[in-house]
C-alpha cells in the first residue's frame, strides 16, 4: 500500500509539473481595456448602460426644435390635456404620426397614475429613455459586427469608437424621431442577416420593424425597400414567398391600424406617411427652410458629424465593400444618402441612420491596420477619440445652451412669480409644457411655413423684419409677466419694455456663434 501511495503521489507531482509547464508555455491572453466593454458580459451591459443613461443627463444644450416639438410636447398634450402643437400637427393634412409621441405619452400617463407626474420627471425621464434606446443601439451595432468580422478585437473597437463618437453622444440621446429610426433600421438589419430560406422568427421582426419605422419617420421606407429587395435577389422565389408573407400578414395590419389611430386622433381619415411624402416631394414644402446643394452631406455634414472618423470611415466603406462578402451596408448607405441629397433642405440628422454603419467601417479600417501596424493603429485611435470627447465638450457648453436652463428657471418658481411668458425669440426655441409641466399662458411668434406662401407674413417675419413695431402690437395684445428677449431684438425691444414698466432681471448666456439674420445669438435677456 505504501508503494502503491508512493507512485500515485509522484504521478500527482508530475501532472503537477506539466501543467505549470503548460501555463508557463502558453500564458493566457492578456485583457485589453476593450474587453471590459464588451456587451457579452454583464459588466460590459451595466457600464454602457450607465454611460449612455448619464450622458442623456448630461447634454443640456438644445439641438433643433423637432427634438421636443415632435415628441415629448406632442406627448404632454395626450397624456395631461393642454400643451401647444406645431403647424406639423394643426394643418388640414397633418404630417406626422402619433406613434412615436405616443410612446412618450403612455410614459407620462404612467406617471400620471402612480402620482409621480412631477415637473423634474416629465423632462427628463424622456432623455433618461432615450440614453436606454441608445445602449439599445450601441448592442445591436457590436452584435453586427461581431456577425460580420471574424476576429474578437474589431467589434470591439467599433463599439468603443462608437462611445467616443461626438455627434451621437451629442445627437442621438435626444428625443427625435431620427434617432429612433436609426435605432429600428440597426436592429432591423441585424434581424435582416439571420433571414434564412425557411420562414423564422426574424422574417417577422423585421416586418413589424419595417411598420413601426415608417410611421416614425416615412424617410425609413428606403432602407427597409433595399433590405427587401436584397432578401428576394439572395433567396429567388423562396425570398419573395417568405417576404410577400411577413408583409401581409404584419406589415400591412401593423399599417393599417396606425392609420386607424392617427385617423382617430385627428378626427378624420389621414395617412400621414402619404401627407409627408406628398408635401415633402410635390409641394416641396422643406424649400422654405432653406435649401443646399447635392453634395451637402459630403462636403459639410459627414466631416462635422464624423470628425477625425472620416478618414477611416471611408477608407474601411471601402475595404467592405471590397473585401465583405455581404455588400448589403455598402448599398444601404449608398442609396440612402443619394435619396436624401435629392431632398431641396438637408439637415444633418437627416442621415443619422447611416452613422452607425460609417463607424462601423471606420472600425474596420483601423481593427484590420492594427495586425501589421499595432503601435500607429493605437495612437491613430487614442487621438480619434480624444478629439471627439474635446469637440464634443466645447460644443455642449458653449452652442444653445440657453433653453434649458430658461425654462428650469421657470420650472422651479412654482407658480410664484412666472404667471404668463412671451419668448421674443425665433419660433419654436426653447422645449414648453414638457419641461414646466404647469398650465400658464406661454407664446413666441407663429412660424407656419404656408403662411409665407399665402400673400401674408408670419409673425417671426414681422418681428425680423419690424421689432420696434411688433412689440408695439405686443404690448397693446396682452400682458405678460415674463419676457425673453433674444439679444439681437433687445437693442430695439430693451427700451419699449422699460417703458411699460418690466425691469432686466436676468442674462444667460446662449452661443457662441449662434447666427441668425439679425445677427449672432450670444445670450438671452429676462424681463
Not at 386 to 415: H, S
Request: aromatic share 16%; with cysteine; net charge positive.
Amino acid at each position: 500500500q505504501r508503494r502503491v501511495h508512493g507512485i500515485m503521489g509522484k504521478e500527482k507531482e508530475n501532472k503537477k509539473e506539466c501543467k505549470e509547464e503548460t501555463v508557463k508555455d502558453h500564458p493566457a491572453p492578456e485583457k485589453s481595456f476593450l474587453d471590459y466593454l464588451s456587451p457579452d458580459t454583464l459588466n460590459g451591459i451595466i457600464s454602457i448602460l450607465a454611460f449612455r443613461i448619464l450622458l442623456s443627463l448630461h447634454v443640456r444644450s438644445y439641438y433643433v426644435s423637432d427634438e421636443y416639438w415632435q415628441s415629448v410636447e406632442i406627448a404632454h398634450k395626450m397624456s395631461f390635456g393642454y400643451g401647444h402643437e406645431s403647424w406639423e400637427w394643426t394643418i388640414p393634412t397633418p404630417i406626422r404620426s402619433i406613434l412615436y409621441p405616443l410612446f412618450h405619452s403612455c410614459i407620462f400617463t404612467l406617471l400620471k397614475i402612480i402620482g409621480l407626474d412631477t415637473s423634474f420627471l416629465i423632462a427628463y425621464i424622456p432623455r433618461i429613455v432615450q440614453g436606454i434606446i441608445l445602449f439599445i443601439t450601441d448592442v445591436y451595432l457590436y452584435k453586427i459586427a461581431k456577425g460580420m468580422f471574424k476576429d474578437k478585437y474589431t467589434p470591439l473597437l467599433v463599439l468603443f469608437l462608437n462611445l467616443g463618437s461626438w455627434y451621437v453622444s451629442y445627437a442621438m440621446v435626444r428625443t427625435l424621431s431620427n434617432n429612433i429610426e436609426a435605432t429600428l433600421l440597426l436592429v432591423a438589419y441585424y434581424y435582416w442577416t439571420k433571414i434564412e430560406q425557411k420562414y423564422s422568427k426574424a422574417d417577422t421582426i423585421v416586418a413589424c420593424i419595417y411598420a413601426i419605422a415608417l410611421f416614425v419617420r416615412p424617410t425609413s421606407a428606403i432602407i427597409s425597400v433595399v433590405l427587401m429587395f436584397f432578401q428576394v435577389s439572395k433567396y429567388n422565389m423562396t425570398g419573395a414567398k417568405n417576404l410577400l408573407r411577413a408583409l401581409v400578414v404584419y406589415t400591412l395590419p401593423l399599417c393599417c391600424l396606425f392609420i386607424a389611430m392617427d385617423s382617430l386622433y385627428f378626427g378624420s381619415l389621414q395617412i400621414t406617411v402619404y401627407n409627408f411624402a406628398k408635401m415633402t416631394l410635390f409641394f416641396k414644402i422643406q424649400a422654405i427652410f432653406g435649401t443646399q446643394g447635392m453634395l451637402w452631406y459630403i462636403t459639410s455634414a459627414l466631416p462635422l458629424m464624423l470628425f477625425t472618423y472620416l478618414p477611416f470611415s471611408l477608407y474601411g466603406f471601402i475595404k467592405i465593400m471590397r473585401e465583405i462578402e455581404d455588400g448589403t451596408i455598402f448599398y444601404l448607405v449608398t442609396i440612402y444618402w443619394t435619396a436624401m441629397s435629392f431632398m431641396l433642405h438637408k439637415e444633418e440628422r437627416y442621415i443619422i441612420p447611416i452613422i452607425p454603419y460609417l463607424i462601423l467601417s471606420a472600425g474596420y479600417c483601423l481593427g484590420s491596420a492594427k495586425r501589421n501596424y499595432p503601435k500607429l493603429i493605437f495612437t491613430f485611435i487614442v487621438v480619434a477619440v480624444c478629439t471627439q470627447i474635446v469637440f464634443f465638450c466645447v460644443w455642449n457648453n458653449t452652442y444653445k445652451i440657453a433653453p434649458l436652463p430658461i425654462m428650469d428657471e421657470f420650472r422651479n418658481d412654482n407658480g410664484k412669480d412666472v404667471t404668463s411668458v412671451y419668448f421674443l425669440t425665433d419660433c419654436y426655441s426653447t422645449p414648453f409644457y414638457s419641461h414646466i409641466h404647469r398650465n400658464i399662458s406661454m407664446d413666441f411668434p407663429s412660424c407656419p411655413p404656408m403662411a409665407n406662401r399665402a400673400n401674408f407674413m408670419s409673425e417671426k417675419i414681422e418681428l425680423f423684419n419690424d421689432t420696434a413695431k411688433f412689440v408695439k402690437a405686443l404690448m397693446k395684445r396682452q400682458h405678460y409677466s415674463h419676457i425673453i428677449v433674444a439679444s439681437y431684438f433687445d437693442k430695439q425691444a430693451g427700451p419699449m419694455l422699460i417703458h411699460h414698466e418690466y425691469k432686466k432681471i436676468k442674462e444667460t448666456y446662449h452661443s457662441l456663434f449662434e447666427e441668425t439674420p439679425r445677427g449672432y445669438e450670444k445670450e438671452i435677456w429676462f424681463y
